[in-house]
């Protein structure tokens, strides 16, 4: 993958960013996530994650286990503001 | 990045949140000779799950209104003349009254703070409609604070961290201290998981951690967990050009001075109304606190509660259909006079506690910061710290 390659597609970032949060000590994926915004948009990191962890593996040797994954939180799709605050009209 | 650990510093900062990071960056400024430790990763605890808000509008006159004002003057300089990209902005803020009677209580609260040095202003619906237009026209007035805003919380740890590092600092995460050792009543080592550092100065800065490290040298400190849930909405256009927050929720979260101050009880859950749009575009919205220990689970529940309270302050977000795409809980560093823990400690040489910040640490901590690196290198601070020593819990 060049490292123009969109790694999180929601935020717009590559893998040199990634890289680059690597370099300045990121080992693991929250901490990457922490660092950039990865994973911090829309999809909430259901693509970039996983290449996040791949890249920590290249770049700093760490294995899948130890780059775990950020935190799932609700909603776990997008949800409408209106749909949850319905009573206020 | 961990390499072999330091076996000897002049101080250990324990705590790799903003207070912890600030301390570190202020202390390798002034030439010393510091290691800055987190058990987890850098902000990985409060300071990295915030709405980031930088306010002064709370502080009542006094040392905690001189240091706000102080901070955002660090913030300033360290984001404009050292470039450091960390998107803080003094935007201003808007405490917005849904009510008559909160409008009229914000009178005496202006003037006080005014008093004390601030420069608030009391405004009306339509000079508020007029700055902020797609705020609700059944809102009152508001406060206006044109200092306040906001900054990225994670940018900030990370930029005071890595420019603490550039100056010489050591930082080493996944590091926890499991003892402090101290002879005829001064700090000698600190002893964690990865070994032991000789120190003369160890500075706790743990956030709601910080009653663990200070049991290691037999001190209670009455520091409380309170949870905060937070909605994060995807990216829209900008629709807000301040930070918004109800009167409601400062005057049930924060010490106002308005008569009720620390008004907040243990047990009781508040639910606010905060908007602040980052820079990004995505909207934070704040939130409901409770007190439920180190529980930082989101519930079902807190989504309508935050959802009802931002469509009646900002009913456009009904228009756009805006999304909710993440909620998040972490702790407010709940003191029981929601004043911070500051400064050296009777009878223990050498240590020295930075905690209890309750919910305002993102904006205090550049100059916590600062003043704890003049308490160490001259030995006195620019602005009085000594009615935030722990000795006034007894």
């Not at chain 2, 003349?81 to 003094?90: K, N, P, S, T």
């Given at each position: 993958m060049s490292e123009e390659g969109i790694i999180c597609r929601c935020e717009e970032l590559t893998r040199e960013d990634i890289v680059t949060a690597i370099r300045k000590g990121a080992r693991t994926v929250s901490a990457v996530k922490r660092r950039t915004?990865?994973?911090?948009?829309?999809?909430?990191?259901?693509?970039?994650q996983r290449l996040i962890s791949q890249i920590l593996g290249e770049e700093a040797g760490v294995r899948p286990q130890e780059a775990g994954m950020s935190r799932c939180r609700h909603p776990v799709r997008p949800l409408p503001i209106s749909d949850i605050g319905g009573t206020v009209k | 990045m961990m390499g072999k650990m330091a076996k000897e510093t002049e101080v250990v900062v324990v705590g790799g949140g903003i207070i912890g990071s600030a301390t570190a960056y202020y202390l390798a400024r002034a030439g010393k000779d510091v290691v800055l430790m987190e058990?987890?990763?850098?902000?990985?605890?409060?300071s990295g799950a915030n709405a980031g808000l930088t306010s002064t509008t709370w502080c009542p006159p006094g040392p905690l209104l001189q240091m706000s004002m102080a901070s955002l003057k660090e913030y300033d300089y360290f984001s404009q003349?050292?470039?450091?990209?960390?998107?803080?902005?003094?935007c201003g803020r808007f405490t917005v009254c849904e009510t008559e009677q909160q409008f009229e209580e914000m009178k005496p609260f202006v003037e006080v703070r005014n008093k004390g040095g601030n420069s608030l202003r009391l405004i009306d619906r339509n000079e508020l409609l007029e700055l902020e237009?797609?705020?609700?026209?059944s809102l009152f007035g508001a406060v206006f604070a044109p200092n306040d805003g906001h900054v990225n919380p994670l940018y900030a740890v990370y930029a005071f961290a890595d420019a603490a590092r550039e100056l010489g600092a050591k930082i080493y995460e996944y590091t926890e201290p499991v003892a402090i050792n101290a002879e005829h009543g001064c700090v000698k080592a600190i002893a964690t998981n990865k070994g032991e550092i000789k120190t003369k100065y160890i500075i706790?800065?743990?956030?709601?951690?910080?009653p663990v490290v200070s049991e290691m040298v037999g001190l209670k400190i009455p520091i409380i967990p309170n949870r905060e849930q937070m909605l994060v909405s995807e990216e829209m256009p900008p629709i807000l050009n301040r930070v918004i927050i109800n009167a409601g929720y400062m005057k049930d979260?924060?010490?106002?001075?308005?008569?009720?101050?620390?008004?907040?009880?243990?047990?009781t859950q508040t639910v606010g109304t905060v908007c602040n749009q980052t820079k990004k575009g995505n909207l934070l919205l704040v939130g409901v606190n409770d007190f439920?220990?180190?529980?930082e689970r989101t519930t079902f529940e807190s989504f309508p509660a935050i959802s009802e309270g931002i469509l009646r302050v900002l009913p456009i977000l009904r228009t756009y259909d805006v999304q909710i795409i993440r909620s998040f809980a972490k702790f407010y560093i709940y003191t029981p006079d929601q004043k911070p823990i500051l400064g050296k400690v009777d009878g223990l040489e050498g240590f020295i506690m930075a905690s209890?910040?309750?919910?305002?640490g993102i904006c205090f901590g550049p100059i916590i910061g600062k003043l704890l690196s003049d308490l160490i290198c001259i030995g006195e601070t620019t602005i009085p710290i000594d009615e935030f020593n722990l000795s006034r819990f007894g």
């Open positions: 915004g990865a994973g911090m948009g829309l999809c909430q990191g259901k693509t970039c | 058990k987890n990763e850098l902000a990985s605890g409060s003349e050292l470039a450091w990209d960390i998107e803080f902005e003094r237009p797609n705020l609700s026209p706790n800065a743990c956030g709601i951690g910080a979260v924060q010490p106002t001075g308005l008569g009720d101050s620390a008004a907040r009880k243990k047990s439920v220990g180190e529980d209890g910040v309750n919910d305002y």
